[in-house]
């Protein structure tokens, strides 16, 4: 194993590791890999990340395969881990969209309901005044209609 290679294997275990913690499971990269692609994201960190894993199991799994990767790509994973770390990764700012999403989504509608539950309160507190006024002229024809009735039997 050449020392690059040590090198390329320790900043894989490192980030699968933070993967492993953040989704408490034994698939670390393949699940967040995973996650990534049930949110329809295909990014190029999702490209890469499937690559290198693709490099690490060649590495593991076959000693002798001819395997190329760069300096850049030990990079991309030491950089890669940082952002998972940060939550500044593309499957944290993607759960952030859709809550913010969401949550505007429920404001717009609260805010619609608060409209129409204040109208509904308007409504009743309308019904609630036309009782208060009708209902004393109601009791007022009654009565009315009560003394007629009866000066018209006592006669």
Known sequence: MKSNDARFLQAYIE???ICKQKFNSEKGIT???EKMQQRHCDSEEIKT???LRYIRNKLVHEPNADISYTSGDIQFLVDFKSSVREKKDPLAKSVR???STAQ???RKY???DKRNSSKKRKRKNDLQSIKTIFLPFV???ALVIIALL???FVK
Request: aromatic letters at 8%; one cysteine or more; hydrophobic letters at 45%.
């Open 49 to 51: 990340l499937k690559r």
């Open 97 to 99: 969209e859709n809550k």
């Open 31 to 33: 699940l967040y890999i």
């Open 15 to 17: 980030l699968d590791d």
């Open 139 to 141: 009791i007022c024809f």
């Open 110 to 112: 609260l805010k619609s």
């Open 104 to 106: 505007a989504i429920k």
């Open 150 to 152: 009866a000066l018209n």
